[in-house]
């Protein structure tokens, strides 16, 4: 999916700023998302109790503390009516279809009732939570775990429609450079390809050789506590010399 998850370097509403300006007539509280919506939760609260299993789950695959820092969710009814309440409150900030916004603060998800609703609160939630406990995270990285995490959980491991994806770029003998992601800084040169691409790194490490895993846990580790570290391409290939051939023979059926 195509959002957008934003650290605001120029200033930004706080959380009950936002609220303020907007009666909210559903509000619910779930682990550490408070959440908000112009329109009755409903069928909705599935999702929304998903996302506390979420926020644990993330947590406990890749080695982090808990999320601790309140994640303030925004939903609205159409795609009209978000438009229009981030034009007001962010008219800076590039429009997407959803959106994850940090600045001083607690995190800001925002999303409306589309066609891909679910998929962009669990991939906007997935940023919050990330970004409630790593200040620093590679953007290839930060994008790879929320594409791989955005999908129910049952379709992790073998549903997700980058895999297909990535399967016939390699029959077509094109295979991701995770350097290439690596040198990716901005957000403007994140297109549909370095989204799958990014999918693809976060899915071998958590579903391919124990090793892979284990690196990346421990760079995340570092990440957290404020480490200095070297790039993750750099600590696989140390540990998986072969690294290139291991991801390729991961993702072939």
């Known amino acids: 999916m195509v959002a957008l998850a934003m650290l605001l370097a120029v200033p930004a509403l706080a959380p009950a700023q936002v609220t303020r300006t907007v009666t909210w007539p559903a509000e619910k509280t779930v682990g550490n998302f408070h959440c908000h919506a112009d329109f009755p939760f409903g069928r909705d609260e599935l999702l929304l109790a998903q996302l506390g299993e979420l926020s644990r789950e993330i947590s406990e695959i ?38 994850f916004i940090k600045s001083k603060g607690p995190g800001m998800v925002f999303a409306y009732k589309g066609d891909e609703f679910e998929i962009d609160v669990r991939h906007e ?78 899915h071998f490490m958590l579903h391919g050789p124990r090793a892979a895993h284990e690196e990346l846990v421990a760079y995340l580790t570092d990440q957290q506590q404020g480490r200095d570290t070297e790039p993750l391409s750099s600590r696989l290939r140390r540990r998986l010399p072969d690294l290139d051939r291991r991801f390729i023979e991961h993702i072939r059926p």
């Open 62 to 99: 890749l080695g982090l503390p808990p999320a601790r820092e309140p994640v303030h969710l925004f939903l609205l009814h159409d795609r009209e009516t978000y438009q229009a309440y981030m034009k007001q409150h962010f008219p800076r900030v590039p429009a997407r279809r959803a959106m």
């Open 125 to 202: 939630s997935t940023h919050a939570v990330l970004h409630a406990v790593v200040r620093d995270l590679p953007l290839w990285l930060d994008e790879g775990l929320a594409e791989y995490f955005e999908v129910r959980r049952d379709d992790r491991p073998s549903n997700n429609p980058h895999l297909a994806d990535i399967r016939q770029q390699l029959r077509a003998g094109h295979a991701p450079r995770l350097e290439a992601l690596e040198a990716i800084t901005e957000f403007d040169d994140l297109g549909r390809a370095e989204y799958r691409d990014s999918f693809g790194w976060v």
